[in-house]
Nanobody, 122 residues
Framework: QVQLVESGGGLVQPGGSLKLSCAAS????????MGWFRQTPGKERGSVAV????????YYLDSVKGRFTISRDNAKNTVSLQMNSLKSEDGAVYFC???????????????WGQGTQVTVSS
């Protein structure tokens, strides 16, 4: 089993900052990717920022480029999302996601955290 435990989130005013963190634990052989997705009521979950574990390359949703930064700690199997200059439209439930292999014989499987609410409001 693999577990993703998120922390951070909460209420922030427009223009403010928040940091989300996610720690992966359990039967981890290889982490392939870790990242953050978000979802609002009635909409599909979409990717916000993803990092490739092996080389640190990153992907960002266009609307968050320059405001959000994803970072990883390979030793601790954690990924963080620093969110600056937050806008009301950034408010959503944010989910940690990871592609993890549990052994050399298995390909990557998709794992999700429980989600953390981010509310941007004055």
């Amino acid at each position: 089993q693999v577990q993703l435990v998120e922390s951070g989130g909460g209420l922030v005013q427009p223009g403010g900052s928040l940091k989300l963190s996610c720690a992966a634990s359990g039967d981890i052989f290889t982490i392939h990717t870790m990242g953050w997705f978000r979802q609002t009521p009635g909409k599909e979950r979409g990717s916000v920022a993803v990092t490739v574990w092996s080389d640190g390359s990153t992907y960002y949703l266009d609307s968050v480029k320059g405001r959000f930064t994803i970072s990883r700690d390979n030793a601790k199997n954690t990924v963080s999302l620093q969110m600056n200059s937050l806008k009301s439209e950034d408010g959503a439930v944010y989910f940690c996601n990871a592609g993890i292999s549990r052994s050399a014989a298995l390909g990557p499987e998709n794992y999700w955290g429980q989600g953390t609410q981010v509310t941007v409001s004055s």
